[in-house]
Structures are given as C-alpha cells and as structure tokens.
C-alpha cells in the first residue's frame, strides 16, 4: 500500500513555515544525547507503569470469582475481552498521530492521552463492576490513542536525518518502558496479593485487593504528567509543540516538513506496511504473556519458592527484567561492524524465529504435565524453567524486533506524517491482540500444546520468509538501514 499523491499538501502551502523565524530549540549534542531523551524516557516510564501494572492485574480481575475481588467472567469471554482491549489500544494511535500531526501537536496529545488514561484508571479503582470496567477501559484505550503514537515521533525528532545515534536512543528509550513495566506487576502485585487482600487465619487469599492495583496504576500516570509538564519547555523548546507545517524548522527535526513527497517517500512509507503485515504475527503470540500465559502459569506452573508463593501477575516483570538486563547490550551490538551490517528486515526476521522458539520450551512445560499424570489437574505442575526460559526468548526476540521498527518509522515516514505513520505501526499490534485474544481463547478447546505449538512453526516461518524478502524490501527503503 502507498501514500497517494493527492493527499499531500503542496510546498506552497507550507510556505509561510519558511518564512518563519526559527523559535527555541535546545542545541543537539553532537555526541551523546539530549537532556529532552531522558524527559521523554521517564515519561514514558510512568505511562508504562501505569498500563503495565492493570494489565498485570487485568486477565485475573476478569476472571476471579466475585467474593475473590473479581468480576468471575468466563475465561473463554475474559481472553476476547483482554484481546479486544489490547487491540484497541493500539488502534486508537493512528487517530491521535492524524490529529497530532494536523491540529494539536505531539505535546498537546500527549497531555491530553496521559489525563484521559489516568480518568480510566481511576475508573476501574471506583467502579468495581461491568459497567466500571468497560468504561475505564474505553477510556484507557481513548487516552493511549493520544500518548503513544506522539511521544515515540518526539524522540525521533530530537536527531537531525541520517544520525546514527537514533537507533541507541530508541534502545535507551525502550529501557524506560521496560523499567516501568518490570515494577509496575512487582508493586501493583503487592497491592493487590498482599497489601489490600483479605487472607484467612491460614494466611490464604480469601479476596485480592485488584482494585487498590488500579489505583496505583492511575497515579503512576500523573506522576508522568507532571514530570513532562514541568520540564517540557525547558527541555524540548518548541519540538512536538506545533503541528506539522505550523512549528518551526529547525535542525533537530528528522527532515524538513516543507520538503515535497517524492517517489521514494512513498516507497518509504510503504516498506511500513510491508512490515506492519509481518510483525502482526509476532505480537499476536507475543502477547500471550498477559492473556493465555497468565492463565497457564495461575493454574499449572509450580510458583513455589520454598514457602514462597509467587503471585502470577509477577511473572509479567519477567520480560522488562530482561529487557532492561539486555537492551544495553543490544544498543552496543547494533552500532558494532558485525550489526550495523544488518538491515532492519534480517534484524526483524530474526526476532520472530526467536519467538518461535520461545515457545517450545512451553511445549516442553506441556510434555511433562503429560507425563506426570492428569493434564487437566491443577494439582499436576510444570516447572518454572520452562516458562523463564520463554520469556528470555521471546525477550531476545522483541529487542530484534520492536525498538528496531520504531527507529526505522522515523527513519522511513516523510515528516510532515511522522506520527501517522508511527499509528499505522502499531495497526500490528491492534490486530495482532485481537487475534491474541481468540488463540487464548482456543487454548480452553485445543489444548495448550496444540496453540503453543501452531504459534511456534507458523511465526519461525514467516520470520524465514522475512529474511529471505529483505533485498528487495531494502531496496524500497532507498538507503534506509
């Protein structure tokens, strides 16, 4: 798919842009990076606490009894409903990026997603109910559509084109969402585990305390708002402030917004989608951590340490631990001689086939179950290995992968369409969850081993197809990496 001609403003039009003064915009270190990538860093790991810790909590609430502290939906209905809201929150980025990019700017939409977010939050913490549930929900979804499209297209413009320092910020950026989402499931599972819950004399849970995890998630968000209100202005002058064609021109945009679309610009903008068709597969099982994952390690993971119960909306602190363990470590071997030889297609091929792989070792959680007796025995335990170690893959999986195509978007997207562009990158992960949501749901009908192993052969053999398309997808990308 590519961006018609006609839907592009002619230079003419952006003409009085030129004409403009330049404002203020804080200098770009030439080596380094600027103060603006830690404002928007600690932005984002607030937000990322805040999604994180309900998300941890969510599939649980939907599904806990209601004398447990839930809503004791069905798990079939609760895997639809945690898929259709994963997906939306996805989806709803193509929107708030449109309406940053023509009318509010990124900073505006990006106050105006994380107070909507926050209003949801406050939502699920007040109304414990169906109808409390699906309006913070909606909400939540709303707000995202605001937030998450605009502050990646931020980082992307604090980089002059064609600086190779992008593709680290984009690594150091991710650290920020992952620190954020390995506390969130730790603090938020405390709340609601320990601290809020209920327990007998026995020191059993009688009741979770999920809404009090709702609560804390919701003023994680406006600790971020108010980090990037009070310093948004010192740090990031007038980038994000303006819509695309109304801000200033300056040298720390990622290109000039008054630049025609060309021939290649649309080639560009193509490769996104091409892309975007591939890595929907990739979230589609990635995000069974919080849906299908979740519900296997409640019922059949042995979480015992010692005396040690583990809670299970823990376990969603896996991956971030890893990540923020990794990423470093990424961000060096992406800018050595060996992996700035790769392009972005071999780099995302190789995240899915590691995804692929992550899921044999729930296979392998799956055989010994088989093997020790009842399969369908809450009783009957897998060991804890084999679910660590799927997450370690699917880790080393999404560093391949994620902060790899958010960089590339930057890189491949015309300016002027930065933040829609960025919106229609995550079209994959809106379709992807929802399509998430249906394999979690067939797990209740087919089995584990039959959806862990289908996800598994299908995603290796695209990831292969992937690598094997990257000429051609390169040449497209017209000197892009």
Request: contains cysteine.
């Amino acid at each position: 798919m590519s961006i018609p001609a006609s839907s592009i403003d002619s230079p003419e039009e952006l003409g009085s842009t030129l004409d403009q003064p330049d404002t203020h915009v804080p200098e770009t270190p030439s080596k380094g990076h600027p103060p603006a990538l830690y404002l928007l860093f600690f932005t984002e790991l607030w937000e990322r606490f805040s999604y994180y810790g309900m998300r941890g909590i969510l599939i649980l609430y939907l599904t806990k009894q209601l004398i447990e502290g839930g809503l004791a939906i069905d798990p079939k209905d609760a895997a639809l409903i945690y898929g259709y809201f994963t997906g939306f929150v996805y989806f709803t980025p193509l929107i708030g990026g449109w309406l940053a990019d023509r009318f509010l700017g990124q900073r505006l939409a990006i106050t105006i997603g994380g107070l909507t977010m926050m209003a949801g939050q406050f939502v699920l913490f007040g109304m414990n109910n169906q109808t409390g549930m699906y309006l913070g929900l909606f909400l939540l979804i709303l707000g995202n559509g605001f937030f998450k499209p605009n502050i990646s297209t931020l980082v992307g413009r604090l980089y002059p084109a064609g600086d190779p320092r992008r593709d680290a910020a984009f690594s150091i950026f991710y650290m920020g969402i992952n620190i954020g989402a390995f506390i969130a499931p730790l603090a938020v599972g405390y709340f609601s585990d320990d601290l809020f819950a209920t327990k007998n004399a026995a020191g059993e849970i009688v009741s979770y305390g999920y809404r009090y995890g709702f609560l804390l998630s919701g003023l994680g968000m406006l600790l971020g708002q108010i980090i990037f209100n009070s310093f948004a202005s010192k740090y990031l002058g007038d980038v994000g402030k303006y819509p695309a064609g109304k801000g200033a021109v300056n040298a720390a945009d990622s290109g000039n917004l008054a630049r025609p679309v060309t021939k290649e610009d649309r080639q560009r903008m193509t490769v996104i989608f091409i892309l975007t068709a591939f890595v929907i597969f990739f979230w589609a099982g990635f995000e069974q951590a919080g849906s299908s994952l979740s519900l296997y390690t409640d019922k059949f993971i042995d979480r015992r340490l010692g005396n040690f119960l583990i809670p299970t909306s823990w376990f969603q602190s896996v991956n971030p631990l890893f990540i923020v363990a990794i990423a470093p470590l990424f961000s060096i071997f992406w800018t050595s001689k060996f992996g700035s030889r790769l392009s972005t297609p071999v780099k995302m091929g190789m995240g899915m086939i590691l995804l692929g792989v992550g899921f044999f070792f729930m296979l392998g959680a799956v055989a010994q179950r088989n093997g020790q007796g009842d399969p369908a025995s809450e009783a009957n335990k897998a060991a804890l290995l084999w679910l660590v170690m799927t997450y370690l893959l699917h880790t080393l999986g999404e560093l391949c992968l994620s902060p790899v195509g958010l960089s590339v978007v930057t890189k491949l997207a015309h300016p002027k369409f930065a933040s829609l562009m960025m919106g229609v990158w995550m079209l994959a992960t809106f379709i992807a969850n929802i399509v998430g949501g249906y394999l979690a749901a067939f797990i209740e009908t087919m089995g584990a081993g039959t959806v862990f192993g289908s996800i598994a052969g299908f995603v290796i053999a695209l990831g292969l197809i992937m690598i094997a398309l990257s000429k051609p997808i390169r040449k497209m990308m017209h000197g892009v990496n």
